[in-house]
C-alpha cells in the first residue's frame, strides 16, 4: 500500500543534510510519495527503511514476464476501473494448438497466429501467445509439438493434466519463459521445482478462491513469485465475481496472495467471445482462445487497444502536414486534429474517395474536432499560423482549404488569417467527405 509523506519521512535519518538535492528530508520524503523522487538519491537510508519503501512500492498486483527474455509483461495493475488512472499490460490473447489436432491444422493455426497483423489508429495488433495443449498421446508429441509452437515466436503456455508430461515439457523447453498450468495444491511442489530450475512461470488453480490464496501464499513465502491465478469457476457470473473478488483484495486490502495476474480459458463459439469480453475488460492477465478465428480476433484486439489505452494520454499523431495520394499545387487541403483516431478516419476517407489532397493537423494536444475547438485548441488564427509555417502558402497555386463541419466557427477567423485562400466547411462527419468533394472540390 503506498505510504505517505509522513510516513516515508519517519524512516528517513532526519538529519537535513541536503545530500539528496532536497532541502530537507520532509521536503523528499513528500517527493518520495509523488513518485517524483528514487530512495537511491539518500546515500544514508537504513536497510530498514529500503526494504519497506521497497515492498510499498511494489504494484499490488506483482509483474511477471513470459517468453525467453521475459519481454511480455502482465500484471503491475494499480486501480480498479480504467478511469481512476490507467489499465497497465493489455490481456495476452493465446491462441491453442492441441496435441489431438491433425499436423496440418496445427501448421495453419500456427502460421496464422505468427502473420495475423490488425493495424489499427497507427498501432499494429498481435496475437500474443500460443498455448500447447496436451489433450492426448504421450510426452514426446507434446513436447515435439511444444517446440514446434515455440517457432511461432510468441511465448508459449503449456498445459497438460499429467504433472510429469508438464515437467517434462518445461525441461524441454527450458529458458523460455512459459507459462505451466495449471498446479493444484497436490501436483505444486513438483512444478514450483520444474518452473524454478527450468525458468518458467507457473498458474494455480484450486477449488475455490481461499484455498487458492492459501496456495499462493505458500508458494510465495516459499521464495517462488512467477505465479497466475487460474479460477474454478463455472458459470460466466461466478467468474467475474471471482476474478474482481480477487484483484478488489489485491488492491484495497493489499493482499499479496491475491495481488497476480490471472490465467482464463475462453470456451468455444459465442459463449468464448463473451468471456473474453468480460475478462479483457476485468481482469484478464492471459486469455486462452480456444483456435484461430480472425474476425474474434480483429474485435478483441480493437477491444482491448480501447480498454488499455491511457485515459490520461489521447493517442496523438505528430502534428504536420500529410500527403494523402500525389498531392500537387492544384489540390485542396484538408483540415483535422492530431487526435489518432479523428486522423486516420479523415485520411482513411480521403484515400477511399480516391483525391489526393494535403492533410493539415496542427498540435491539438490530441482532442477531437469538437473538443479541440470547444477547449480554445483549433482558432482560426493558430491554423492560420500553422498553415503559413507549414509552407503551402507559397507551394500552392488554388489554395482551398476544408474545415470539419464541427469547426465551421472558426471559418471568418482563419479568411482574416489568410488573405486569398478560399475557406470551405466541409461535413461534420468524415464518413461524408467523399459525397462533400464529389459537389464541392
Ligand atoms: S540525503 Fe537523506 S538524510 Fe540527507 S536530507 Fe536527503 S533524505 Fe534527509
Partial sequence: ?????????KLLPGTNCKDCGASTCLAFAMKLAQKKADLADCPHASDEARKVLGAAAEPPVRGVGLGPSRSLKLGEETVLLRH?????????????????????????????????LLVRVGEELRLDMVLVDHD?????AFIALAKAAAEAGRPLALR????????????????QGCLLCSATPDTADALVAAATTHGHALALTAPDLDSLAALSKRLRDAGFHDLFLHFATHSPAEALQTSTLARRAALRAAFKPLGLPHLAFAPAEMAGSVAAVREICKYGGVLVLPGFDPAQAAVLLTLRQNIYTDPQKPVQVEPKVYEIGEPGPESPVFLTTNFSLTYFLV?????????????????????SVLTAWAAGKLTGSGVAKFVKESGLDDRLSAKRLVLPGYAAPIRGELEDGLPGWTILVGPQEAADLEGFAKSRL
Fill in 160 to 175: 497438460s493434466a499429467d504433472p510429469a508430461a508438464l515437467a517434462a515439457a518445461a525441461e524441454a523447453l527450458a529458458g
Fill in 1 to 9: 500500500m503506498a505510504l505517505t509523506g509522513l510516513q516515508i519521512h
Fill in 347 to 367: 485520411s482513411g476517407e480521403i484515400e477511399n474517395a480516391g483525391l489526393s489532397a494535403w492533410l493539415a493537423v496542427p498540435d491539438c494536444d490530441g482532442m
Fill in 84 to 116: 481512476e488512472k490507467t489499465f497497465v499490460h493489455p490481456t495476452a490473447l493465446a491462441v491453442t494448438v492441441r496435441t489431438s489436432d491433425p499436423a496440418e491444422a496445427t501448421a495453419r493455426t500456427l502460421a496464422a497466429v505468427r502473420d495475423y
Fill in 136 to 140: 492426448a498421446g504421450d510426452v514426446a
